[in-house]
């Protein structure tokens, strides 16, 4: 009892600084806003900056200046010390590091919230990085995110607040975060990415080969694969790499994945992504994955093809299943307001939008409707606009749209049975929809 008594006061003086903090940066009127709200989220610490950076990878669902604050929230972490990941491998592992390591850098590669990687050569001599988590996250963790629930259920009976649904965002966010945190969870969503990878011959993507034995809930060690950072379009162009081909590659990985297999990377991001001079990609930090229902991904092939006829409701009514849409909502209201939405993106009644682009403009429809969209969607427009803003870059003079219908023909022609799944998933939607509009005549 004396216990959980204390864990209670514990979580409430938690409660207390986290409320406080909020409350003297909220003070610094001379900022806007979301500047006010980074900086008490960067004070907190590593919970709060993994919220904001979920704040910053979903577009639709938070206004624009708010992503364009919390995107910059990535990565500036100062680096724990290196005996202290030493510590924890061998703690974690179970056994001394020099049974397993030759050489083990104190100085990290790189350093984030969750964790850091290290370089290390094994007894073999081959190569690889270590990812270690910092020291006592868990514990901070879990009492950060039983505080962060409470002032939700503050947040629940402010009527103003309550429509966003905090409690819900705090849970699914918490979620997400406990599977972030456990590196063998990771360490299989790279295995499934991998023979993703072999199974479609998708030739030139990689995603670094596990050392599993070497791994645990805070260390995974892995094959090190150094290239040409993703953001460094000179070197890349230096090296000979054809970067448009680079981004049709990146588009294709992303969509294959979503339409083909339900599975996708969740933090395309320069940092994650790296190019070797053969002009292979390589794919870093499966900490959080997309995974789409067999009925989510029947839903967004139906949107795909709504949205390449122009068919504004059975977009709707596609999406609508995705979320669950309030009763009573015209959907014939809601179709023509998408309409009147999409207007700028349409030329001769042909959309010439992006992906990611039209998604985002959706999801904040459908969010001021209050219909509650799936966080994968969120996550999958994320992924999309990532590459369309890559494609500035990377390659200007490519028109993307037709890239992407390029990507569709090579896709079809690759998976036969794909085009036919998307045409019987487009039905089974229709037949879904009749039986939904019965069931609310009843
Ligand atoms: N297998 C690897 N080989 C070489 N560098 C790597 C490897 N894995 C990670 N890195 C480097 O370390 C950085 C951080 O790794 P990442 O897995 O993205 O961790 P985090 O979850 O902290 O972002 C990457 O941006 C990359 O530069
Ligand atoms: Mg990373």
Redesign the pocket.
Same mark, same amino acid.
């Given at each position: 009892m004396a216990t959980a008594a204390t864990a209670r006061g514990g979580i409430a003086r938690r409660a207390w600084v986290v409320g406080t903090t909020f409350g003297r940066h909220a003070l610094h009127r001379r900022e806007p806003l979301p500047r006010r709200v980074r900086n008490a989220f960067t004070e907190l610490g590593p919970t709060f900056v993994k919220v904001g950076q979920v704040i910053a990878s979903s577009p639709g669902l938070f206004p624009h200046e708010w992503l364009v604050e919390f995107a910059s929230l990535r990565?500036r972490v100062p680096p724990f010390p290196g005996a202290e990941a030493r510590r924890i491998v061998e703690e974690d592992l179970g056994r001394p590091l020099r049974s397993a390591f030759a050489t083990f850098d104190d100085e990290p590669? *790189?350093a *984030?919230s969750?964790?850091?990687?290290h370089g290390a050569t094994l007894l073999d001599g081959s190569r690889v990085?270590v990812?270690v988590q910092r020291p006592g996250l868990e514990r901070q963790v879990r009492s950060d995110l039983r505080a962060l629930l409470l002032l939700c259920e503050v947040l629940e009976r402010i009527p103003q607040t309550a429509v966003g649904s905090p409690r819900a965002l705090a849970e699914d966010f918490a979620r997400t975060l406990h599977e972030e945190m456990d590196f063998r969870l990771e360490a299989d969503n790279m295995e499934r990415m991998r023979s993703i990878l072999d199974q479609d011959r998708i030739a030139d993507a990689r995603v670094?080969e596990v050392h599993h034995d070497l791994v645990g809930k805070r260390v995974l060690t892995?094959?090190?694969?150094?290239g040409i950072h993703f953001s460094d379009v000179e070197a890349m162009r230096a090296a000979g790499l054809d970067t448009q081909r680079l981004l049709r590659m990146g588009v294709q990985t992303v969509i294959e994945g979503v339409l083909v297999h339900g599975f996708f990377h969740g933090d395309l991001h320069a940092?994650?992504i790296?190019v070797l001079p053969d002009g292979t990609f390589v794919l870093?930090?499966f900490?959080i994955v997309g995974r789409l229902t067999e009925s989510v991904r029947a839903r967004l092939a139906q949107y795909l093809i709504a949205s390449t006829t122009n068919d504004y409701e059975a977009m709707i009514r596609a999406l609508d299943s995705f979320g669950s849409i309030p009763e009573g909502v015209d959907i014939p209201a809601m179709a023509a307001e998408l309409q009147e939405l999409y207007k700028p993106f349409v030329e001769n009644g042909v959309l010439v939008a992006q992906l990611g682009e039209l998604m985002e403009t959706m999801i904040r429809s459908m969010v001021q409707h209050r219909v509650r969209i799936p966080r994968e969607l969120v996550l999958l427009s994320k992924q999309m606009l990532y590459l369309e803003g890559a494609a500035h870059t990377l390659a200007p003079d490519v028109d993307l749209l037709g890239e992407q219908n390029l990507i569709y023909e090579t896709l079809f022609a690759k998976y036969p049975e794909l085009a036919m799944d998307l045409v019987a998933a487009v039905q089974r939607g229709r037949e879904m929809d009749a039986a939904i509009a019965n069931d609310r005549r009843r």
């Open positions: 990565d590669i *790189a *984030a969750i964790g850091q990687v990085v990812k670094p892995m094959e090190r694969i150094d940092g994650n790296s870093f930090d900490g």
